[in-house]
């Protein structure tokens, strides 16, 4: 009795304020579009899985910032080997996973090593396939060999993938998910919510929150009719753009539309006989108009690229003017190669809408310069089996979610089949890298050798269109990764 | 009833023609058929020409039906996707009479054999698996399209058919006129061709018409489900569900592609309704 | 009747069997692998592989469709790849919305059927009856997703008495769960009302025709009376049959009114199951409502040749 006397008084005295705002500041309501299958970062790719958990309830050694930059967390410190093969991390001290045990260096090894395992499930496994080795050299020394220096490994480390967690719980993190984070996992109503509670126990600075529930509605009216009736305190990535302005209109609410990780273009299957000519692809992307693209699929949301780069990223270069709207120019280089007559392509499309809408809107730009397209809608599954797997199609449209990707046009067998020894030696180069400053020249050299090779129609970056209750404070603006990190968000 | 008791062609038709719901419902889908029909040659806008500045007008004297999220022309799209609901309802019920028909006369003849059995069996077996869920696997399989929401919805009428044509036959072998066949020596396959099919015709053609409107239920489903015709080949129900997320900013683009398979498909019953009425005055107590 | 019966039970298992076969090899070509969808775009080839293994997606067909089948003999339905929890323990969640949602539609449906059949019926050919046989007509016109997408623009956009969508859960109360209900069963309600309403008109009308009516009119009971008394009872037998066969149409039919109002039910279940290849959840879940209906569709057989030993001779 007497403690909760003492924190309703402490309560009252830090906020300085009445009852009322206390009262609801404990909780928060997050919308989101797609429920996570499990909750295992390590055992996944579905975007859903770390939206919830990342930064929540599990940490790495480092992690990803709001700007994109890499910050220390479960690692307070390390130190890079000047060959840039030994890499020395030091844990935190007095870190517990929630079920209480400790977290020690052998954890870390766990962890790490599960990874590279030959039965390993871990769906990003080829980003770690440099480690050669972990060692726990003591309680809380980590250290990492790598068989080749590769420049990216702390931002690899940073994703959800590389997560560490403990020997006792892997088995069963898929439904219970045990970390080391803010929040602990409380309750799972499945199709419907998971609910996140405060870690008393937290090694660094606490939650705000007491709770976090994460709420599923797919339907974007019934998205819509949830945030208006106020059931969901924020939707930090709203499926449906086109109704974004009547949340502007709301005083309620506050809509912000911040950058992703998200690369949309039209790939383009460079193997096919008539695509594998440089003239057909340059067509291709003349024939497109970006922005109408942006505004008929997006509702206007939605940055133009002219390359496989994220705008916000420091080394990126514009190279829309590359590859500008130009009809004219168009058919012209097609009937160069000759298709004057014409030219079919199948053009498979998955489930997003930016793809749906924009896969309709290029099929008539398309049209407009000759090429006709014969459309299929497909599921994932089909996609990743035809598309991604099979290569068998000659354009599609996705998003690239996956930050600082642009190292896929090294894989000769990645979907578009891309083949350029010019762009392998430029991603040896900065794999060898490690300034700052050297790996931005390699990666604006990288920019531009994939849109002179026009290897793909490039469109635009997807927008993070969000909106929330203007009370709440602390979400992430842009998403450098697929995270809702709660740890810094409170009411105001 | 023997042959001989058949009323004859034109106090049939005069029959039709007094029947108000026929007349209302042949009129109710003639409009539906006739906008697919021109729409092959002439629609007021191309409906595969974007004009994303003009997109979610409301209708106005320029676009009737108002413009749809791409600035294409609503009515255009309705008028085309007539042509893909009326060509899926009426191949799916093709595929139904063409198999289960000979199907359910096959029984019939044979009636209690093992083969009657076989087929049977098989309708109940066809029945009891969920429509929808194997209609969505079907096109899992071989992916969406028009052809394959055919195929998945051809599928379940061939049971409807057969279970009708075999229920109306049966009754027809015990009748006289049958007998007099057999005796003249005509064989099972033969009877059923010249004999049982004239005289289950009728039946035959209201059920047609039930499954053919059942058919474009059927196809807008599929198609609100992203199972049916693929774009840009417009479709009433992929429409629907493209503008499900705009029911707010613009009502008219899920209004109108509603209401076009609702007033097919309520010709299509007022229809069924009337040949019923004046094909079988036993039935005229409307349809269950 | 015994030997019916056990007749009729060959015809069952035998039924099953079928259908096990053919779900099964149905799903065999469905193309797309689970472990591939799970593990995303970037997944190293050896990666997919121990996936599969894990998932038991290795092995010959044969062998598992025998590890299937015998799974569900012993009431063992597999291990949803996705969810990674049994599919037992999804479908019984399911069920926790599935089923209240038909018993809910179906008690609308027949509540207002009976009463519009009734009215039709006891006023045939007046303006009542005219009414109830065009809005019926409407009724069975109007496809469902599209009559529940008018429902959420009015009650839900517009007069927001309803949310669009989602559930609210038994946690919630039992009426806050009734209410994100009450749209949907709506929605699933009117083509089955238009249905059975008819049906009532017409069963009722057939029995007002009978011997037993003349009599009991002319034991000087009001045609009122005599409807309720005499012709109803009779009349609810087909009626019975119908709220019978659309009760399990209803389950699995509610696929695409789940998904208009985002309800975690069964019908949801297999159709994501679908587009994620959990192929292991829909295998089981299409086979146990195939069993449902097979396993009805006998015990009502049996009970009609019970009644009748006539039609222990199939006609």
């Known amino acids: 009795m007497k403690t909760l006397a003492l924190s309703i008084a402490a309560a009252a005295l830090a906020g300085g304020l009445l009852a009322p705002a206390i009262a609801d500041a404990a909780d928060v309501t997050i919308g989101m579009q797609l429920e996570p299958p499990m909750l295992d970062p390590t055992a996944g790719a579905a975007a859903a899985i770390d939206e919830v958990v990342y930064a929540n309830v599990f940490e790495g050694l480092v992690r990803f910032a709001e700007d994109g930059s890499i910050r220390p967390a479960l690692a307070e410190s390390w130190d890079i080997s000047d060959d840039g093969l030994t890499y020395t991390f030091t844990l935190h001290d007095g870190v517990t996973f929630h079920d209480g045990t400790a977290l020690t260096a052998e954890d870390v090894k766990f962890s790490l090593d599960r990874i590279g395992a030959d039965d390993s499930k871990n769906a990003q496994k080829a980003l770690y396939a440099a480690i050669e080795s972990v060692d726990a050299v003591d309680e809380r020394t980590v250290r990492l060999t790598l068989s080749q220096p590769t420049g990216a490994l702390l931002f690899n480390l940073a994703w959800g993938d590389a997560i560490i967690v403990a020997p006792e719980s892997v088995a069963t993190n898929a439904t219970k998910p045990v970390g080391t984070g803010p929040f602990r996992f409380s309750r799972w109503t499945k199709a419907d919510s998971i609910e996140l509670v405060k870690n008393p126990d937290y090694w660094g600075e606490p939650a705000k929150l007491d709770a976090v529930t994460f709420k599923f509605i797919s339907d974007p009216t019934a998205a819509f009719s949830a945030v208006m009736a106020e059931d969901v305190d924020a939707f930090p990535v709203f499926p449906a753009p086109e109704i974004l302005d009547q949340f502007r209109a709301d005083a309620r609410f506050e809509v912000v539309v911040g950058s992703t990780e998200g690369e949309t273009i039209l790939s383009i299957n460079n193997q096919r006989p008539a695509l594998s000519d440089i003239r057909v692809r340059k067509a291709i992307a003349h024939a497109i108009d970006r922005q109408a693209i942006i505004d008929g699929a997006m509702f206007g949301y939605g940055t133009p690229i002219g390359t496989h780069f994220a705008p916000h990223h420091p080394a990126y270069i514009d190279l829309t003017g590359q590859s500008a709207h130009d009809p004219d120019l168009a058919r012209k280089l097609l009937a160069e190669a000759g298709h004057a007559e014409g030219l079919t392509l199948s053009l498979k499309l998955p489930p997003p809408s930016y793809a749906r809408r924009g896969g309709e809107i290029i099929a008539a730009q398309l049209r407009e310069v000759g090429i006709n397209t014969e459309i299929a809608n497909l599921e994932w599954a089909q996609w990743l089996e035809q598309v991604f797997r099979g290569k068998d199609f000659d354009l599609t449209i996705v998003s690239h979610t996956e930050p600082l990707d642009i190292g896929i046009y090294a894989r000769d067998d990645y979907y578009f089949q891309y083949r350029s020894d010019a762009f392998k030696d430029l991603n040896a180069k900065l794999n060898a890298a490690t300034e700052p400053a050297a790996r931005q020249d390699v990666l604006r050299a990288m920019q531009q050798q994939i849109a002179d090779d026009y290897v793909n129609g490039y469109l635009f970056q997807l927008a993070r269109t969000s909106v929330r209750n203007k009370r709440l404070k602390g979400l992430w603006q842009n998403l450098p990764t697929q995270a809702n990190d709660m740890t810094a968000v409170h009411w105001e | ?288 | 009747m015994l030997r019916y019966a056990i007749g009729r039970l060959v015809t069952l298992a035998v039924s099953l069997l079928v259908a096990s076969l053919v779900i099964f090899g149905v799903l065999q070509i469905v193309p797309g692998d689970p472990a591939s969808y799970m593990l995303g775009m970037n997944a190293a080839e050896d990666t997919v592989a121990a996936l599969r293994e894990e998932l038991g997606l290795t092995g010959s067909a044969p062998a598992r469709y025998l590890d299937w089948v015998a799974g569900m003999l012993r009431g063992d339905f597999g291990i949803s790849y996705t969810y990674r929890t049994p599919v037992s323990e999804l479908v019984a969640e399911r069920l926790w919305v599935s089923l209240p949602l038909t018993i809910y539609a179906l008690i609308l449906s027949t509540t207002i059927a009976l009463f519009a059949g009734v009215l039709a019926a006891s006023r045939q050919g007046s303006a009542a009856d005219l009414g109830v046989m065009g809005v019926t007509q409407l009724g069975i016109s109007v496809p469902n997703f599209w009559f529940a997408m008018l429902l959420v623009l009015v009650f839900a956009v517009s007069l927001r008495w309803f949310s669009a969508g989602g559930f609210a859960g038994w946690e919630a109360g039992p009426f806050a769960a009734l209410k994100s209900l009450t749209l949907p069963a709506i929605a699933l309600a009117l083509p089955q009302a238009s249905i059975l309403a008819r049906i009532v008109r017409s069963s009722l009308l057939d029995s007002l025709q009978e011997d037993f009516m003349r009599t009991a009119r002319a034991k000087g009971l009001s045609r009122r009376q005599a409807l309720w008394r005499h012709a109803l009872p009779n009349a609810m037998i087909p009626v019975l049959t119908i709220v019978g066969l659309q009760f399990s149409f209803l389950i699995a039919g509610a696929v695409i009114i789940e998904n208009v109002f985002f309800l975690p039910g069964l019908g949801r279940l297999i159709f994501q199951a679908i587009t994620q290849r959990d192929l292991i959840v829909v295998e089981s879940v299409v086979m146990l409502l195939v069993f449902a209906v097979i396993v009805v569709t006998f015990l009502v057989d049996l009970a009609y040749a019970w009644v009748d030993p006539r039609l222990r001779r199939r006609t």
């Open chain 2, 1 to 288: 009833m023997s042959e001989a008791d058949l009323p004859r062609a034109p106090s049939r038709f005069v029959a039709l023609l007094g029947t108000r719901s026929f007349v209302v419902g042949v009129l109710l889908s003639a409009v539906f058929l006739v906008g697919g029909l021109i729409s092959l040659v002439w629609t007021p806008y191309d409906v595969t020409v974007l004009a994303i500045a003009d997109r979610l007008r409301p209708p106005s004297p320029s676009h009737w039906f108002g413009t749809d999220q791409f600035g294409r022309d609503v009515l255009s799209m309705v008028m085309v996707g007539a042509r893909t609901s009326i060509a899926v309802g009426l191949i799916a019920v093709g595929i139904g009479v063409a198999l289960g028909v000979p199907l359910g006369l096959a029984a019939a003849a044979l009636r209690g054999g093992f083969l009657d059995d076989v087929i049977m069996r098989t309708n109940d077996l066809i029945f009891a698996f969920p429509s929808l869920v194997i209609a969505i696997l079907i096109t899992a399989v071989f992916g969406p399209g028009a052809v394959n929401a055919i195929i998945a919805i051809g599928i379940f009428n061939i049971p409807v058919f057969a279970r009708l044509a075999r229920g109306a036959a049966l009754s027809l072998w015990t009748r006289d006129f049958l007998l007099a066949a057999r005796v003249a020596g005509k064989g099972p396959a033969r009877i059923s061709v010249e004999h049982i099919l004239p005289n289950i015709a009728n039946l035959l053609i209201v059920q047609a018409t039930i499954q053919f409107s059942l058919g474009i239920l059927a196809e807008a489903a599929l198609s609100y489900v992203g199972l049916g015709a693929q774009p840009p080949v417009p479709s009433w129900g992929r429409m629907l569900a493209e503008s499900q997320t705009l029911i707010g900013l613009a009502p008219h683009v899920a209004l109108f592609p509603g209401f076009a398979i609702v007033l097919t498909v309520l010709g299509l019953n007022l229809t069924g309704d009337g040949l019923r009425d004046a094909l079988d005055p036993k039935l005229r107590r409307g349809r269950t």
